[in-house]
Nanobody, 125 residues
Framework: QVQVVESGGGLVQSGGSLRLSCAAS????????MAWFRQAPGKERDFVAAISPSGGYTDYADSVKGRFTISRDNAKNTVFLQMNSLKPDDTAVYLC??????????????????WGQGTQVIVSS
């Protein structure tokens, strides 16, 4: 199992950018699908983006397509989420997750079995 720790959150103005990082431990990082989810106060945890083990396949929530980019560096056991054109609605705790879904990527929470503690992103208007 891969253990993950997120970083890079913070306060940013609407229209700004942030880059989140997720550092993973374990020699088999390159065998896992990695994903970002987010959870706003009082709301359910929502899928944001996922990337296949090799990095060849990616998937995004409609709400972030064209603004967010997920990527990974298997040599450094790290996955990134580049967030551009941020909106106040993007305010949430962003969580990194790893898993082994049947397909290359998955939007389902239950397909991920290792989660980080999250990093807070606040977008001011």
């Amino acid at each position: 199992q891969v253990q993950v720790v997120e970083s890079g959150g913070g306060l940013v103005q609407s229209g700004g950018s942030l880059r989140l990082s997720c550092a993973a431990s374990g020699r088999t990082f390159s065998s896992y699908t990695m994903a970002w989810f987010r959870q706003a106060p009082g709301k359910e945890r929502d899928f944001v983006a996922a990337i296949s083990p090799s990095g060849g396949y990616t998937d995004y929530a409609d709400s972030v397509k064209g603004r967010f980019t997920i990527s990974r560096d298997n040599a450094k056991n790290t996955v990134f989420l580049q967030m551009n054109s941020l909106k106040p609605d993007d305010t949430a705790v962003y969580l990194c997750a790893s898993g082994t879904p049947i397909f290359w990527t998955s939007t389902r929470i239950r397909d991920y079995d290792s989660w980080g503690q999250g990093t807070q992103v606040i977008v001011s208007s």
